[in-house]
Nanobody, 119 residues
Framework: QVQLVESGGGLVQAGGSLRLSCAASGSIFSIYDMGWYRQAPGKQRELVAT???????SYADSVKGRFTISRDNNNNTVYLQMSSLKPEDTAVYYC?????????????WGQGTQVTVSS
């Protein structure tokens, strides 16, 4: 069992940056591949980025070149650095612990953190 707590969301102007954090507890963090999802109002939850146990990252086309996922296994934390933010990035962002990268299978979820990008 893994507990995940996101933080770092907020309101930012278009073109700005935010860094989301996800702190994990309750299990061995390093055995999981980690992911960030987002869900905008009226839309399905979508996978934004994943990072493998070994540190290999993958991204949705919509965020490539703007978002960077990273992890700190010593502190049981995964990050999502978001830059050049656009209004269409507005969503609730969720952290997940699971397995896979190209095909990612989340097992545990955080409660989400709101990101709002104003134009």
């Amino acid at each position: 069992q893994v507990q995940l707590v996101e933080s770092g969301g907020g309101l930012v102007q278009a073109g700005g940056s935010l860094r989301l954090s996800c702190a994990a507890s309750g299990s061995i963090f390093s055995i999981y591949d980690m992911g960030w999802y987002r869900q905008a109002p009226g839309k399905q939850r979508e996978l934004v980025a994943t990072i493998s146990r070994g540190g290999s990252a993958s991204y949705a086309d919509s965020v490539k070149g703007r978002f960077t996922i990273s992890r700190d296994n010593n502190n049981n934390t995964v990050y999502l650095q978001m830059s050049s933010l656009k209004p269409e990035d507005t969503a609730v962002y969720y952290c997940a612990a699971g397995y896979g990268s190209g095909n990612y299978y989340p097992r545990y979820w955080g409660q989400g953190t709101q990101v709002t990008v104003s134009s």
